[in-house]
């Protein structure tokens, strides 16, 4: 089960190491407890190309 959603952080929050840009991603899983992306300060061809990608999943997505 997938969630996205605004929420309250502490102030020990791992998602607060992201300063400025940097994009942070914590996944829980079962086997393997909590794993923790860390993108730091990512340039304007990555963001474009997570659009983009993400526009492809939807398009793709659509069609089956």
Same mark, same amino acid.
């Given at each position: 089960v997938?969630?996205?959603?605004?929420?309250?952080?502490?102030k020990?929050?791992?998602?607060l190491?992201?300063?400025?840009?940097?994009?942070?991603?914590?996944?829980?899983t079962?086997?393997?407890?909590t794993?923790? !992306?860390?993108?730091?300060?990512p340039?304007?061809? $990555?963001? @474009?190309?997570?659009? !983009?990608s993400?526009?492809?999943?939807?398009l793709? $997505?659509k @069609?089956?």
């Open positions: 997938a969630e996205v959603r605004p929420r309250k952080l502490s020990d929050d791992i998602l190491l992201g300063k400025g840009t940097t994009s942070v991603i914590s996944l829980e079962e086997a393997m407890g794993i923790t !992306l860390v993108e730091h300060e340039t304007v061809t $990555q963001t @474009a190309y997570g659009v !983009l993400d526009l492809v999943t939807i793709k $997505q @069609a089956s």
